[in-house]
Structure formats: structure tokens, C-alpha cells
């Protein structure tokens, strides 16, 4: 059974950075892909970014493009988001997830983690 392990999280004043991390515990862990979504207070989670495993493709929300880098290292099965020029706004809880099968890298994560807060004082 694959587990996700969040960390990196905290509290960052606005313009600050930080990297948060999201390591998949299991023998055999080849996902399609591998994303971070968040959850604000009172909101929906949305998602963020996201990453395939297996070719050179990401994806990223328009609110954090140019701010936030998702990178792999597969040999660890670990991903990484790398989080720059901070906002309020961005804070929330961050999720890493991953999705197992084939289709579109917007949906359809299949295994989360327990989530990690980042805060963004002003």
C-alpha cells in the first residue's frame, strides 16, 4: 500500500519561499503522476500543480505560474514544490496525491496524502 508523506510546511512572511516535500512509501510505486492541490480555509480544495512520472510534462494553475516549480526524483519517489514570491493568499493546507492510471493530469488522484500548512503572513 503506497503512503504519502508531506513536509516543508510552516509559516513564511509574504515574498518569502519555501519547499515543500511528498516522499511515496511502497515497493513497487510507478504513478502516472504526481500532484499538489491546497486547501484554504472556508474553500475548496484546487488544484496546483502536477507532474507526470514518466516524461517531461508539468502542469500548473494559473495563479501560481511563475511562483511555484514542481520537480521529481524518481529514484526517491519523492516530489518536490518549490514555492517563491509567497502570497496571503496562498495560504493553505498542501496535498500531494498521485494518480495511477493513464488520462487527464487534472483528475482522477487516486491516493492522498495527510496534507502539510503553509502560511503567508503579510
Known amino acids: 500500500q503506497v503512503q504519502l508523506v508531506e513536509s516543508g510546511g510552516g509559516l513564511v512572511q509574504a515574498g518569502g519561499s519555501l519547499r515543500l516535500s511528498c516522499t511515496a512509501s511502497?515497493?513497487?510505486?510507478?504513478?502516472?503522476?504526481m500532484g499538489w492541490f491546497r486547501q484554504a480555509p472556508g474553500k475548496e480544495r484546487e488544484f496546483v500543480t502536477t507532474?507526470?512520472?514518466?516524461?517531461?510534462?508539468?502542469v500548473y494553475a494559473d495563479s501560481v505560474k511563475g511562483r511555484f516549480t514542481i520537480s521529481r526524483d524518481n529514484a526517491r519517489n519523492t516530489v518536490y514544490l518549490q514555492m517563491s514570491s509567497l502570497k496571503p493568499e496562498d495560504t493553505a493546507v498542501y496535498y500531494c496525491?498521485?494518480?495511477?492510471?493513464?488520462?487527464?493530469?487534472?483528475?482522477?488522484?487516486?491516493?492522498w496524502g495527510q496534507g502539510t500548512q503553509v502560511t503567508v503572513s503579510s
Open positions: 496525491a498521485t494518480k495511477s492510471l493513464p488520462g487527464s493530469l487534472l483528475s482522477n488522484y487516486d491516493r
Open positions: 511502497g515497493r513497487t510505486f510507478r504513478p502516472y503522476a
Open positions: 507532474i507526470a512520472w514518466s516524461r517531461d510534462l508539468t
